[in-house]
Every structure is written in C-alpha cells, then in structure tokens.
C-alpha cells in the first residue's frame, strides 16, 4: 500500500463512532473530484471497501490517497478547544484537501495568542484552519460564499438546506449573534463562549 509520491499527497478525515461511518458518501465524492482535478483519474478509490471501522468509541479515520491509496488511520479523537479567533490576512491557496498543511500551521504558529484563526482573504471571511465557518443572524445560518476548502460536512448542510452561502465581511460581524464551526468531526458546533479579535 506504501508507494512513493512525486504528487502531493491528499487527505479525507472521516468520524466514526461506534462503528458507524459519517458522511461517506460526501467524503467519497470529494475524493472522487479531487483524484481526477489533480490525476485526471477515471476509475474510483471505493473508500467504503477499504475502511474497516474500529467497533467502539469515537475515531478520526485518516486516508492519505493520490491516484492511489497510500495509508489509512484510525486515531482516538481528541477535542481542540476553541475560544479565542482572530482575523488575519492571508493569501493562502487550499482548494483541495492536501495532507501538506504547513501553510495553514504557520498561520497558527503565527498567532499563538489565540486559539484559531479566521482566515480574510481578498476581503472576505474564508474558514478558520480545521474548520468551515458559519454565522447566525437571528434567523438563518449563513456560511462564506467562498471558502478555502469545501468541506463535506458544509455541503451536506447546504444541501439539507441548513446553511446559506453568502460573501461576508469583517466588517459584517455586527449584524451576527453566534458562530459555528463545521468540519467532519466537529460536525456543527456553536461556540458558546467566543471572542473575535481584529
């Protein structure tokens, strides 16, 4: 199953909990567009076949793929706490799920007054680094219109209706009482106790 790449290596983390798989078939299409943007691939890298879920407990299961899978992981899920978030500006490119995270690390590295960051890119309000994010109006759920990465978990719940896109500012921050983060393991979590620092 280990080979050596000259292609950068991709990444799908995908909850399991008490057996059961979250999200699969979300996981397998974003795995499926990703393979065949960076490989021109045709054929499918069937993940359901090659994921053996450990019975209990809660794990993040660990893929690294390119044109073929490379290795698979199941890791005990440990919860980040996050409180703190600051804005920073940031050019950073990250439309597919690369395993190279490094960009996104030293973004962190960076800011380590914090807990995470939110990354503002041409203006607008992306994803923190491990997660998309969402902000409430009163009314509805909105998440930005352009995010850094798509996440699985974003477009099940934009596609459940839950969720809204829509270009958000900074500056727009006023107009929304909550905020969420969404990502596969988190699903989608309000943070209860936060602060935005600019």
Same mark, same amino acid.
């Given at each position: ?7 950068? !290596? ?5 909850? $399991?909990?008490? @057996?059961?798989? #979250? ?20 054929? $499918?890298?069937?993940? #359901? ?10 794990? /993040?299961?660990?893929?690294?793929? @390119?044109? +073929? !899978?490379?290795? $698979? ?5 440990? +919860? ?31 800011? +380590? ?17 491990? #997660? ?5 109006? @009163? ?9 850094? !990465?798509?996440?699985?978990? /974003? ?7 839950? !969720? ?17 983060? $969404? ?16």
């Amino acid at each position: 199953m280990s080979e050596e790449y000259n292609s950068p !290596l991709l990444l799908e983390t995908i909850k $399991i909990a008490e @057996g059961e798989i #979250a999200n699969l078939p979300y996981h397998q299409n974003r795995c499926d567009q990703s393979r065949q943007t960076l490989f021109q691939s045709t054929d $499918i890298l069937d993940l #359901a076949s090659v994921i053996q879920p450990p019975p209990t407990r809660l794990y /993040r299961c660990r893929i690294l793929y @390119g044109e +073929k !899978l490379h290795s $698979i992981e199941y890791i005990p899920y440990v +919860k980040k706490e996050i409180n703190s978030l600051k804005i920073v500006t940031s050019n950073i490119d990250y439309p597919l799920k690369y395993a190279n995270r490094d960009a996104l690390n030293a973004l962190l590295e960076s800011n +380590k007054e914090v807990d995470e960051v939110i990354i503002e890119k041409e203006g607008y309000l992306t994803d923190i680094t491990i #997660a998309n994010i969402a902000f409430y109006d @009163g009314e509805q759920w909105f998440t930005p219109e352009t995010p850094l !990465l798509k996440g699985t978990m /974003r477009a099940k719940l934009i596609n459940d209706g839950f !969720l809204q896109k829509k270009e958000i500012r900074k500056e727009d921050l006023n107009n929304y009482t909550q905020v969420a983060l $969404i990502n596969a393991m988190l699903g989608f979590k309000i943070l209860n106790h936060f602060n935005i620092h600019y």
